[in-house]
């Protein structure tokens, strides 16, 4: 079984930095495509940023394009996710899940199969 754990949310003030992490264990994290989703309260979750399998390619949400960074080290099973200049509109619960289908990188969560417990995000204004 899959198991992925997140961590370094927290709470921050519009415009700092935070750099997410997930830890990937129990099956060869090169397989996986990997992607970040986040879900604000009352809100619907929503992709955010997605990587192939040995990160040479990437693809984001347009609300982050050029503030946040999806990356990966398959060496260390570790997916991250560099988020600056960070915006009170960013507040959410962050997931990183893994996929393992081919083609195209997708933004659509239904192709995600294993996904990490969530970690807060909390930006002030």
């Known amino acids: 079984q899959v198991q992925l754990v997140e961590s370094g949310g927290g709470l921050v003030q519009a415009g700092d930095s935070l750099r997410l992490s997930c830890v990937v264990s129990?099956?060869?994290?090169?397989?996986?495509?990997m992607g970040w989703f986040r879900q604000g309260s009352g809100k619907e979750r929503e992709f955010v940023a997605t990587?192939?399998?040995?990160?040479?390619?990437?693809h984001y949400a347009d609300s982050v394009t050029g503030r946040f960074t999806i990356s990966r080290d398959n060496a260390k099973n570790t997916l991250y996710l560099q988020m600056n200049t960070l915006k009170p509109e960013d507040t959410a619960v962050y997931y990183c899940?893994?996929?393992?289908?081919?083609?195209?990188?997708?933004?659509?969560?239904?192709?995600?199969?294993?996904w990490g417990q969530g970690t807060q995000v909390t930006v002030s204004s």
């Open positions: 899940a893994a996929g393992i289908y081919s083609g195209r990188l997708s933004s659509d969560h239904v192709n995600y199969n294993y």
């Open positions: 129990g099956r060869t994290f090169s397989n996986y495509v």
């Open positions: 990587i192939s399998r040995y990160g040479a390619n990437t």
